[in-house]
C-alpha cells in the first residue's frame, strides 16, 4: 500500500480494528476506514462476471460464456506481463503486480470461483490513471450498470467492456414448442410456437447491447462484442490493440 491517502469507505466486518480511522467516524454514526493509494499508478484491472447467466452454453458455441471470459482475460492478462504491464483482479484484495506470479495468482481466482449472483464489480480499491477490464454478458439493468461505471470512473479509471454474447442469444433460433428456465431462479416461459417471437426478441436484444455501448461511450470507455461461436483470437487482438495503446500513450506524455 501507498502512503497517499485515497479515501474513507465504510468498515467492513473483515477490516482489523487498527484500521479504524476514529477522527472521521466520530462525524458519522458509521465506522470509517482510510484507505491509501496502492503504489503502483498505472495497471491493468480485470473484472470477470461470475453469475449463473454466464455459465450458458447453447448447442451453437465452443463453451460456456465464462470459460470464453476467463480465457480472454488470461490471455490478455499474459500479453501485458509479457510486456512489463503491472495487472490485478478487482476485489481479491492484491495490489497490482508484475510477473507470471500475478497471472497465476489471477488464473487460481477464475478457475476457483463460485456461482456469484452478483454481476456487478465490486466496490473495492482501484489504482487511479488505470486500465479496466469489465468482461460480462451485460444482462443486468443498464441502470445498476451505469451506475457501477460511473463510480469506477469516478474513481479516475478508463475502462473497456467486453460483451460476452452465445449466439443462440443473439439470433434465437428456435422453433415449435419451446420451453425457456431461468439460470437465476425458478421462472420459466413456455411457447407454442416461438419462432413468432423471434423478430421481436432480436430487436430487444440488440437494442439492449447498442444500451451498454452507448453507456461505455458516454464516458469515453472502449466497447467490444464478442460471440462464444467466434474464435476468440480476433477479440483478443482488438483487445491488445485498444488499450495496449492506451497504456503507451499514458506512458508517453
Known amino acids: 500500500m501507498g502512503e497517499s491517502f485515497w479515501q474513507f469507505r465504510r468498515y467492513a466486518q473483515q477490516d482489523p480494528s487498527s484500521a479504524i480511522d476514529w477522527r472521521q467516524s466520530a462525524k458519522s454514526q458509521h465506522l470509517f476506514v482510510r484507505e491509501r493509494e496502492w503504489e503502483a499508478a498505472q495497471a491493468v484491472w480485470f473484472w470477470r462476471d461470475g453469475s449463473r447467466t454466464m455459465r450458458y ?34 476485489g481479491d484484495g492484491h495490489a497490482p503486480a508484475l510477473g507470471r506470479a500475478a497471472l497465476r495468482r489471477i488464473a487460481h481466482e477464475l478457475s476457483q470461483a ?11 480499491p482501484i489504482t487511479r490513471d488505470s ?8 444482462l443486468s439493468h443498464t441502470s445498476a450498470t451505469e451506475a457501477a461505471m460511473q463510480r469506477l470512473a469516478n474513481s479516475g479509471v478508463s475502462g473497456t467492456l467486453v460483451h460476452i454474447v452465445d449466439p443462440a442469444e443473439e439470433d434465437f433460433p428456435f422453433e415449435g414448442r ?34 451498454v455501448q452507448a453507456l461505455a461511450r458516454k464516458l469515453g470507455w472502449s466497447y467490444l462484442a464478442h460471440r462464444t461461436d467466434r474464435r476468440p483470437e ?18 508517453l506524455t
Open 57 to 90: 452454453r447453447s448447442q451453437f458455441a465452443e463453451m460456456t460464456k465464462i470459460d470464453r471470459a476467463t480465457l480472454l482475460a488470461l490471455a490478455l492478462g499474459s500479453l501485458f506481463v509479457r510486456g512489463g504491464e503491472r495487472i490485478a483482479l478487482l
Open 114 to 124: 463460485p456461482p456469484d449472483d452478483d454481476t456487478l464489480p465490486p466496490d473495492a
Open 131 to 138: 486500465q479496466f477490464v469489465w468482461l460480462s454478458d451485460f
Open 178 to 211: 419451446t420451453r425457456f428456465d431461468s439460470l437465476t431462479n425458478s421462472d420459466h416461459e413456455l411457447f407454442g410456437r416461438a419462432e413468432t417471437v423471434q423478430e421481436s426478441y432480436r430487436t430487444r436484444f440488440r437494442a439492449h447491447g447498442e444500451e
Open 234 to 251: 480476433t477479440a483478443l487482438i482488438a483487445l491488445y490493440g485498444e488499450i495496449g495503446g492506451e497504456l503507451v500513450q499514458r506512458r
